[in-house]
């Protein structure tokens, strides 16, 4: 078995190294030149939704400290930064009325990166949902997700004539199923059949989203969605487990593939939804509108997960009940092995299995890996942080990627989570995710080791070694 340790492997001069963010992670200034609160601002004020109460008021403060944070990135040589637009600063309550000082800012951060060489990949919608469209029913509602083609073309006029790669939604699986079924996300529901029909108004904005941004945007701009599917493998060889993950594939990540990669929902998650929902949220036509043609499908992947059917025993075993509508009947556990602070198993074979996985469904779909990384927290001592765990995990994950490119997967970069430590949602700042060291106290961003590493990698293309750090 290979341990995925292979430095030395080389990318293409056109494969694309990045660092990725999200709005509401990193921006604060959350009342500032007109922006008013999303439904994270509502989640994370309310008591005991957070780890600690931590907000997002201020973060990182990425807001005021862009330029120098773009003069970081472009020290790094990295070649894209993707970020996400805050909906509540460029379209402060859903609809209507448009914050100029809003997309000005967004218009200096992108202008700040072409001039840096950096290519802007910007997300529309990293989550955070103006409030009073959650007052008015949220991404339940179809109206939302026209809301969201209208923030996308507003945003698109004033931006499309420099993004290079619009990434319409992120993740929708986690808006959908953690916002809506469990709760542990905002808005903090825990109502299965609204989840399933978030999921459907989520693809559908995205569909909506990439007609009204091809209207406005320079024809060279790509267009993509990022997804955040799952590695699953069944618990066992019985066949009950092997349906057992062929039902979590179908409502983890078939119901999002399957509208906006093919136009269908797959017949298996209807199947196991029925429980629930009869899908008559799905109006004549919404799923040719899903599927647009994109030019890149994004991926934010982390750790595999195992399935078995059956009831989670108790509270402290390593089985436990999926989060997904439909599969309530399905328990999920993750292996012995090394693990990061989110106690997320490192499995670098379940990246190339996926990106394989993929292929082999969609033949010769281009892949950007949006997102992936680790949280560590190792000290800070004397201006420096040696994170050798990141450097191990980052050196694998991309071994994980070049295989599957040597496997003939067209993957056209990767994008590591995150260029800095933030606010991890439910997680507060307990999550340190950053290949750059954030003091919040202070806002003194300090690189990681494993920034100097990647930055090497970034120069010269070449996996390199775990100490190659000069
Ligand atoms: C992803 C999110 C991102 C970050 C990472 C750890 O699902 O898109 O914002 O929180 O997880």
């Not at 959908?176 to 989520?202: N, Q, S």
């Not at 062929?246 to 999002?256: D, H, L, M, S, T």
């Not at 004549?284 to 899903?290: F, K, M, R, S, Y």
């Not at 996985?357 to 950007?368: N, Q, S």
Request: net charge negative.
């Amino acid at each position: 078995m290979t341990d995925y340790r292979e430095p030395g492997r080389r990318f293409g001069d056109d494969f694309v190294f990045g660092s990725a963010t999200a709005s509401y992670q990193v921006e604060g200034a959350v009342a500032e030149d007109g922006r008013l609160p999303s439904i994270w601002d509502t989640f994370s004020h309310t008591p005991g939704r957070t780890m600690n109460g931590e907000t997002g008021d201020v973060a990182c403060d990425q807001y005021h400290r862009w330029e120098s944070d773009l003069d970081l990135i472009a020290s790094y040589g990295l070649d894209a930064y993707r970020f996400s637009i805050a909906w509540p600063r460029v379209i402060p309550t859903g609809t209507g009325a448009v914050n100029q000082a809003g997309l000005d800012h967004y218009s200096r951060l992108v202008d700040g990166l072409l001039e840096r060489g950096i290519k802007p990949i910007a997300t529309l919608y990293h989550w955070d949902l103006p409030q009073p469209l959650e007052d008015a029913g949220g991404w339940p509602e179809r109206a939302t997700a026209e809301a969201f083609a209208t923030y996308a073309g507003v945003v698109g006029a004033a931006l499309g004539d420099r993004v290079d790669t619009w990434i319409t939604l992120n993740a929708p699986l986690c808006a959908a199923y953690l916002g809506y079924a469990i709760g542990i996300h905002a808005p903090g529901r825990t109502d299965p059949v609204a989840a399933l029909r978030a999921v459907h108004h989520l693809n559908l904005g995205h569909g909506l989203a990439v007609q009204a941004l091809r209207s406005v945007v320079s024809p060279a701009a790509k267009m993509s969605v990022t997804n955040n599917l799952s590695t699953v493998r069944p618990g066992s060889d019985d066949p009950a487990d092997l349906h057992a993950a062929e039902k979590a594939r179908a409502i983890a990540n078939g119901v999002f593939t399957g509208p906006q990669l093919r136009g269908e929902y797959p017949e298996l998650a209807i199947q196991v939804t029925a429980k629930h929902t009869d899908w008559s949220f799905v109006a004549d036509g919404d799923l040719a509108t899903i599927h647009q043609p994109i030019d890149v499908f994004g991926l934010n992947w982390y750790t595999p997960v195992w399935v078995r059917q059956g009831e989670a025993p108790d509270p402290a075993s390593p089985w436990q009940p999926t989060v997904s509508p439909g599969n309530e009947d399905l328990i999920t556990e993750s292996r012995d092995g090394l693990r990061t602070d989110m106690d997320w198993l490192v499995d670098p074979s379940g990246l190339e299995e996926l990106l394989i996985d993929l292929d082999r469904e969609f033949p010769g779909l281009p892949i950007l890996v949006t997102e992936n990384g680790c949280a560590y927290d190792d000290p800070l001592v004397d201006g420096r942080v040696h994170d050798t765990r990141r450097i191990d995990f980052l050196q694998r994950h991309v071994t994980a990627v070049h295989r599957a490119m040597d496997a003939g997967v067209n993957v056209t970069g990767y994008l590591v989570w995150s260029l800095m430590d933030n606010f991890e949602w439910a997680e507060g700042y307990s999550q340190r995710f950053g290949i750059t060291h954030v003091d919040y106290e202070t806002q003194v961003r300090t690189p990681r080791d494993s920034a100097l590493w990647y930055a090497r990698l970034a120069r010269t293309h070449q996996i390199p070694e775990v100490d190659d750090i000069a």
